[in-house]
C-alpha cells in the first residue's frame, strides 16, 4: 500500500482568485501521475495523466507540472469560477495497472 | 455515448447475502477496473481485468471475485456480503497502460 498524500483536504476560496494544490507520492517506481475532477453525485472525470518529469500540462485555465525525482505534483487552477467547484483527485502509478488515489482536495468556489 | 454502465446504482442487502455488480463499457478498451470509495480514503483498487480473459487481485480483494465475461464486462460478485462491504463502488476502464480512467457512475452498496 502505497502513501499519496494530497493537501489541503478542502479549500474556500473566492470567484476570480487563483489556487493550486498539492500531490505528494512517493519517488520511487513511477509509471505515471494522473488527476481527476469530481463533482458531486458524478463520476470522475480526468484532467491529465504525466509520465515525465518536469512534465507541465494545461487545459483551459487549470495546468498541472510534475517533479517525479521529489515526488510532487501541482494543480493550478486559475482566476477560479463557481463550476470549478469539485473534489480534485491525484492517482500514483506504479506499474501498467496499479493506481493509488489520494484522498482528493475538495474545493469551494464562492461567487 | 454511453462510456461505462454500470448497474445497480443502489443495493441493499442483509449480511450473508450475495449479489453481482455489473459494468460494461462500450470505448473498446482492454483494461477494466473495480475500485471502492469509502469516506476518509481514496479510491481503492479491488480486482482488474489488463484484457479480455486475464483477472488480477488489487489491493483490497478479499471477499470479492471478478470474471471478465468478454471484453466490455467486468463483473464483480460478493459471495457473502459483509457489514465492512458498505461502500460505493466505481467500475472503471481505459486503453493503455498509460491512458486515463474512464468511470461509471458508482454503485451504492448497503449491508445491513
Not at chain 1, 507520492?25 to 458531486?40: C, G, I, K, Q, V
Not at chain 2, 449480511?15 to 477496473?33: I, K, P, R, V
Not at chain 2, 459483509?82 to 498509460?98: D, E, L, M, W
Amino acid at each position: 500500500i502505497l502513501n499519496v498524500e494530497q493537501s489541503p483536504q478542502s479549500l474556500h476560496v473566492q470567484e476570480g482568485d487563483s489556487t493550486n494544490f498539492t500531490c505528494s507520492f512517493p519517488s520511487s517506481n513511477f509509471y505515471a501521475l494522473h488527476w481527476y475532477r469530481w463533482e458531486t453525485a458524478k463520476s470522475p472525470e480526468a484532467l491529465f495523466v504525466m509520465t515525465l518529469n518536469g512534465d507541465e500540462k494545461k487545459k483551459g485555465r487549470i495546468s498541472a507540472t510534475l517533479n517525479t525525482k521529489e515526488g510532487y505534483s501541482y494543480l493550478y487552477i486559475k482566476g477560479s469560477q463557481p463550476e470549478d467547484s469539485a473534489t480534485y483527485l491525484c492517482a500514483f502509478q506504479t506499474g501498467a495497472n496499479n493506481l493509488f488515489f489520494g484522498t482528493g482536495t475538495r474545493l469551494t468556489v464562492i461567487p | 455515448n454511453a462510456g461505462v454502465t454500470q448497474t445497480p446504482k443502489f443495493q441493499v442487502l442483509k449480511t450473508g447475502q450475495s449479489m453481482t455488480l455489473q459494468c460494461a463499457q462500450d470505448m473498446n478498451h482492454n483494461s477494466m477496473y473495480w475500485y471502492r470509495q469509502d469516506p476518509g480514503m481514496g479510491l481503492r483498487l479491488i480486482y482488474y481485468s489488463a484484457s479480455e480473459g486475464t483477472t488480477d487481485k488489487g489491493e483490497v480483494p478479499n471477499g470479492y471475485n471478478v470474471s471478465r465475461l468478454n471484453k466490455r464486462e467486468f463483473s464483480l460478485r460478493l459471495e457473502s456480503a459483509a457489514p465492512s462491504q458498505t461502500s460505493v463502488y466505481f467500475c472503471a476502464s481505459r486503453q493503455g497502460a498509460h491512458g486515463e480512467l474512464f468511470f461509471g457512475e458508482g454503485s451504492r452498496l448497503t449491508v445491513l
